[in-house]
């Protein structure tokens, strides 16, 4: 009797769910207190309506709590808050739900990772989804798997592709009605790319959409020399979903091999695209393609942001797009038509886009063998974190890197589950800097910048309390006012800031969550 | 204590450690003439810019010695050209596939089997103009000796080739690493410090000043942070030395091998 009494009221105390309906991911927009999809809701604007921090007291932000990983590796994890909880990915392989009073991990789950595992670039996380109970995230090892949301128990695995050919999983899944969706990496191993939709209670493949075509397929003709079988064309980010025509709407990455595009003539789709597929098919409705036949890797991986707009003197339906190779694209978001375009940084490979889109390549601009000087690096004009669209000042916000590289063209050999890479690149030491810029949506022009002495690496997120939170490989955290670009707030954390921030209400507060270096750093106002 | 033991042989047995892949590469010595002149051309493009177009040094290391201190057999060159080296400028190289680093390390092998290049010059009568005539030891330290302002040049024998140091001494500014650049910065109250660069970053800038002071400053305490690019605060020593004297010191520095 007196255990039922107890339970009793401690359900009646706490009483947090923790258990997140498909209705509410759809409308996490009315529940800011929670951070309920990768980029605050479907439509990737990484905005929050919450407003307690705001321009008036960003200057009294204070540390309310850290939280410290064990491994040395870039921690680029964007947290997901649900009820009381944060859910996070710890690089190479965790998931740790953390208390919000406290700061404490409560569970922590590991996946073991072979030893074998075939990665170009580091070993990153960038977050996990949830729905209903369970938590899902991507390993290294191109397994997705189910976690209890309560307890950290593994509820299924899915192996998505076979790690020895080069495939792993960095992104952060997305949730979409009963499905959950995962992209890929291994563009540099000449794997063929996909995103593919698993039901989310059982971890059954529902869909898969494959990104580079085969025979028989259409787009298979814009893969010269048979290179279609190594194209890579990988999708290492999470997307968006627009309800209003039920797309999924993602990114892809480079077409293989890098640099060296003499073995793969054509226009090698769907690499350097973003694709709309049907939510409940997975059948592509539209593409479009940013670079064809790409030659400096810039993979279209970054985060769709759907919005509204006027261009051209007609209300639209937008997709906001600052690409890697250094335009800002402003597409039709229902049936992928090239609207607008713009350089966002100094580009010296093209002298502009035509009618429909397409680059005008200048000739002598490829990768070559005594190399070929040309902006933007392979780091690109910005990279997969995250822009911002803030509805409050119609302005969409990019951390734009200006570097230029010298490129130069090498040859390959494919060898299944080896990197692939025809070449390379190498930085200019000098001329290299960074800055936060806020866009215009439907032209492109630049509203103001906030300059950054080297590029930066992380993401930023935008609030109705009329600010733009994000931070630079320099290791500051950073808030600046979102109309003008004025710095209002300043921590210096010593760890280079590789991710994207979150905000949330904490008991009725509201908190701003970024990692920094090896920390995890939890704001509030004093 | 069942349990326990069941937990640990299932543990084993469900999270098998595959071995490391660490498959002992071929001899560098097997290397045909297109190898070469494949990792030639990488070289030229991906190294000399910090080794010098002849691996003899610069920013980085000089290549065109026998033994290399961080990568003694062909094993650890290659590794040292894949993984780079952590804390350091040298950077992993993951875009090159694993034959093309063979073949660079095979090409960076020859550069050691070049002849030693002759030195003229003596020199003790070297270590004499070092400390005498041209007061080197007022910015430049050997094994912690001497000023702090400029490089440090206990091992410089090693790092820089005989010609990259003699037109180090008659042009300063010829190459002059990044690390050492020279600021004049000015505080919003009037006052004015030059000195070297320590480090910056978008709202800070350290530096150490002609009298060996660190300082630092918020930039929005100053009024105006000017750059010195290419400048250098080291005088041409063309007219303070003769051509002999010149030889002299360069010998002197050759000698520089980290030993005290």
């Known amino acids: 009797m007196r255990w039922a009494i107890a339970l009793a009221f401690a359900g009646a105390l706490a009483a947090p769910a923790q258990n997140v309906s498909w209705e509410r991911i759809l409308n996490s927009d009315k529940e800011p207190g929670n951070w309920l999809t990768y980029s605050g809701n479907l439509l990737g604007h990484r905005y929050s309506k919450l407003a307690q921090i705001n321009v008036s007291n960003a200057n009294r932000l204070r540390p309310a709590w850290i939280h410290q990983i064990g491994e040395a590796h870039k921690f680029e994890t964007s947290p997901i808050v649900v009820d009381g909880m944060m859910y996070i ?431 995890l750093f939890i704001f509030e106002v004093e | 204590m069942k349990p326990v033991i069941f937990v640990l042989i299932l543990s084993m047995s469900a999270f098998p450690q595959e071995p490391e892949e660490q498959k002992p590469i071929e001899p560098l010595s097997k290397a045909t003439a297109d190898d070469l002149a494949k990792g030639k051309r990488i070289f030229a493009g991906h190294c000399a810019p910090c080794h010098g177009p002849a691996g003899n040094g610069g920013q980085g290391a000089n290549l065109a010695q026998p033994r290399l201190a961080r990568a003694p057999n062909d094993q650890s060159l290659f590794e040292v050209i894949k993984k780079g080296i952590p804390g350091t400028e040298m950077p992993t190289a993951w875009q090159m596939i694993d034959r093309e680093i063979w073949q660079t390390a095979a090409f960076v092998k020859t550069l050691g089997q070049l002849p030693p290049e002759i030195v003229p010059g003596n020199a003790s009568r070297g270590r004499a103009l070092y400390f005498g005539k041209g007061s080197c030891q007022a910015c430049h330290s050997i094994h912690a000796e001497g000023g702090k302002l400029g490089p440090e040049l206990s091992e410089i024998g090693i790092r820089r080739s005989a010609a990259h140091l003699r037109q180090s001494i008659l042009e300063p500014e010829a190459d002059f690493a990044e690390r050492f650049l020279f600021l004049r910065v000015v505080t919003r109250d009037g006052k004015s410090f030059t000195g070297v660069r320590l480090n910056e970053d978008t709202f800070s800038v350290q530096m150490m000043d002609t009298g060996e002071n660190i300082r630092a400053f918020w930039k929005h305490e100053l009024k105006q942070v000017e750059e010195m690019k290419g400048k250098s605060p080291m005088p041409s020593y063309k007219g303070t030395f003769t051509k002999d004297q010149i030889d002299d010191v360069v010998a002197f520095l050759v000698t520089l091998r980290g030993e005290k």
């Open chain 1, 89 to 519: 990915t710890e690089p190479p392989g965790m998931v740790v739900a953390l208390d919000l009073k406290t700061g404490r991990p409560v569970w922590t789950f590991k996946h073991p990772l072979p030893t074998d595992l075939r990665l170009c670039c580091g070993q990153p996380n960038r977050g996990v989804a949830v729905l209903g109970n369970l938590v899902y995230y991507g390993t290294l090892d191109a397994r997705l798997i189910a976690l209890d949301i309560k307890t950290g128990r593994k509820v299924w695995e899915v192996v998505m592709a076979e790690y020895k050919k080069g495939f792993s999983g960095t992104g952060a899944p997305l949730v979409v009605k009963d499905k959950v969706i995962s992209g890929i990496a291994g563009g540099e191993f000449g794997v063929r790319g996909f995103i593919a939709a698993y039901d989310a209670k059982t971890g059954k493949e529902a869909w898969r959409f494959w990104t580079v075509p085969v025979p028989g397929e259409p787009g298979v003709e814009t893969w010269g020399l048979e290179s279609w079988k190594t194209g890579a064309a990988t999708t290492w980010l999470t997307g968006a979903y627009d309800p209003e025509t039920n797309l999924v709407i993602w990114g892809t990455g480079n077409p293989g091999p890098d640099w060296n595009g003499d073995v793969r003539p054509g226009d090698n789709l769907y690499s350097d695209c973003v694709i709309a597929v049907d939510a409940d098919t997975g059948k592509l409705k539209w593409h479009f393609q940013f670079t064809p036949h790409d030659v400096w890797d810039w993979d279209a991986v970054q985060v769709p942001i759907l919005a509204e707009g006027v261009v051209h003197g007609q209300k639209r339906k937008l997709l906001l797009w600052a690409n890697r190779n250094g335009y800002y694209y402003v597409i039709d978001r229902v049936n992928g038509q090239f609207l607008h375009g713009k350089p966002f940084v100094k580009q010296t490979w093209s002298k502009g886009l035509d009618d429909k889109g397409r680059p005008i390549v200048i000739p002598g601009t490829a990768p070559s063998i005594d190399g070929t000087k040309v902006f933007p690096d392979i780091g690109g004009g910005t990279n997969w974190w995250s822009s911002s669209y803030s509805p409050q000042t119609n302005l969409y916000y990019v951390a734009a890197r200006e570097s230029g590289a010298i490129y130069y063209k090498g040859e390959a050999d494919f060898k299944e589950g080896s990197l692939f890479n025809a070449g390379g690149a190498r930085q200019i030491p000098d001329d290299r800097s960074g800055a936060i810029r806020a866009l215009e949506p439907s032209t492109g022009n630049l509203a103001w910048e906030f300059k950054l002495l080297r590029t930066p690496g992380a993401g930023i997120l935008t609030t109705a309390g009329g600010i733009a939170f994000t931070g630079t490989s320099e290791g500051d955290l950073i808030a600046l006012d979102a109309k003008n670009g004025k710095l209002l707030w300043r921590f210096r954390t010593g760890g280079s800031v590789n991710s994207n921030a979150v905000t949330y209400l904490h008991e009725g507060k509201q908190q701003i969550a970024m990692t920094a270096g090896k920390g």
